[in-house]
C-alpha cells in the first residue's frame, strides 16, 4: 500500500514538475523527464503556446530515444500540432503509428487525425477517419461539420450537422460556429433562421459567439433587420459584436447606421481596433463618400492604439478610385509602406472602368498580370474597361493575350434558396429539372426588356464569335438562371437573393436592373466584390463595383 502511494505521488511529481516547466515556457528542462507525463506536458505546452513545429520536432527527439512509448494522449496533441502546422506528411506517418499501435480507434486520437487532415485539405481522408470510427463524441462531429465547412464543402456541412442531431449528439460552440459559417456562405436564410430557432429553444442564442456568429450569417444573407434584432438582444456586447454589425451594414453600403454605431460604441467605453476601421472605410467605399473615408482613415492614423495595416489602404485605394480620384489611388498605392496587394491593383483597374482612365487601367492590369499571372479575370476586367471607352483594337488585344497565356476563366456559379432547398446553377446549365420552364421565363424577361430599349452588352463575352451568338451565351449567365428560378418558384412578395461565385458582369448586372423594374420585385444579389440591391431599376452600387 506505501509503495503504490509513493508511486503516486512520484508520478503526481512528474505531472506537476512538467506543467510547471511548460507553463513557464522552459520545454526542454521539461523534456529531460524521462515518463510519457513529462514528454505530453512539454509537446501539449509548445502546442499551446503557438509553437507546433517546435512540438513535432520534440516528438521527433521523443521516439528517437526509444522511450517511453508515446500514449493516446500524446498522438492526439502531436496530431493538433500536424494541424496547426498544416503538416500532412507528419500527420500520416503519426496515423500510421497509431495504426500499429492499435490507438487509432481511440476517439480523441481519430477525432484529432480527421481535425489535421481536415486542415491539410486532405476532407476525403478525414471522412474516412470519421467513418472507422467506432465510437464519436460531440467533438468529433463538431470537428467533422467544421472541416467540411473550412473546405467550402458547405452544403455537406449542413448534412452531417442534421445527421448529428437527428442522432442526439449534443450541440458546442464549435458546431454552432461552424454550422452557422456554413449558412452564411450558402447564404441559406432559411436554414439559418431554424438554427436560430433552435438556438433560442436551447438558450445557446444567448452566448456572445454564437450571436457574433448570428449576425454574420443575417447580413451575409442580406437580413439586415434581423442581424440588428440579434445585435441588440445581445448582453454584455464585446468588440467583436460590435464589429460584426458593423461589417454587416458597411456590406449592404449602409454608412449612416454602421457610422451612428461606431459613435455609439464608443459611448459605451468599447474602443474601435483594425477590424472597425476596415469596415468603417469599406462602407465609405461602397457608399461613395470620399469625405467621410478621408476623415475616418486621418482619425486612424492619429489614434495611438491602432496601426494602418495593408487592408487600411487598400480600402482607402477603393474610396479614392470610387470618387474618380484615379491617379491619388494609384499614387497611395505607390507611396504606402506596404507592398502592394492583388486586391488593390484590382480596385484600382474597377475603378478605370468606371471613370474610363484607360491608361492607369494598363498599369494596374500589367501589375495584376504579374502577380496573378493565372486570373483569367483580370483580363476580362481589362477587356471591359476597353470596351467601355470602345477601343476594340484593345480590347481583341486583351482577348488575344487571355488566349494565348494558361490563365484559365473560372466556372461561372449562383445559388439560390428555396423552400429551405439550396439550388445551385453553373453557366449553361442544363440538367437542372425545370431548365425548360427557366429559359422560357428568360425569354419572357427579354421580351419586356426591349420594349424598354434594353439591349445586351455583348463586350462582357469574350467568346470570338458573331454578335447573335455572344446575345445567346450572355442569357446563360448563372445569375440570370437563378433569377427566372426564383421568379417560378418565390412568392411574388419576398425578395429573390442570389449568390454568385464571381463578380457579377455588367450584362447581367444590367438585366437585374431592368427585372426589378418590370416585375416590381427586390433583387439582391451579393457577389465577390459587393452586395447588389435591385429595386425599381436602380441598384445601390450606384453602378458602381
Known sequence: MLKKQQALLHRQDILAGGILYSKCGHFLSASHRTSAVSWNCSISGLVRRGHPSDALHLFVTMRRQGTPPPTEFTLSTVLSACAAARALPEAS???????????????????????????????????????????????????????????????????????????????????????????????????????HALLVRTGLDSDIYVATSLIDVYSRCGRMEEAYRVFSCTDGKNIALWNAVIAGFSRHARLLEATMLFEKMQQFGELPNEVTYVSLLSACGHAGSVEKGRGYFDLMLRDGNVRANVLHYSCMVDVLGRAGLVSEARDLIETMPYEATPSMWGSLLSSCRIHGDHEVAKVAADHLFEMEPNNAGNHVLLSNVYASNKKWGEVAMTRKLLKDSSAKKEMGKSWIEVKNKVYVFVVGEGNHPMIGEIYAKLEELGCEMKKLDFKPETEYDLHDVEEEQKEELLKHHSEKLALAFGLISLPPCLPVRINKNLRICGDCHSFMKFASKIRTREIIVRDTNRFHHFKDGLCSCGDFW
Open 93 to 195: 506517418q503519426v496515423h500510421a503509428l497509431a495504426v500499429k499501435t492499435s490507438m487509432g480507434s481511440d476517439v480523441f486520437v481519430g477525432t484529432a487525425l480527421l481535425d489535421a487532415y481536415s486542415k491539410c485539405s486532405r476532407i476525403a481522408d478525414a471522412r474516412r477517419v470519421f467513418d472507422g470510427m467506432p465510437d464519436r463524441s460531440p467533438v468529433t462531429w463538431s470537428s467533422m461539420v467544421s472541416g467540411l465547412a473550412q473546405n467550402h464543402l458547405y452544403e455537406d456541412a449542413l448534412m452531417f450537422f442534421r445527421r448529428s442531431q437527428r442522432m442526439g449528439v449534443g450541440l458546442t460552440q464549435f458546431t454552432l460556429s461552424a454550422v452557422l459559417s456554413a449558412c452564411a456562405s450558402l447564404a441559406a436564410t432559411t436554414q439559418g433562421t431554424q438554427l
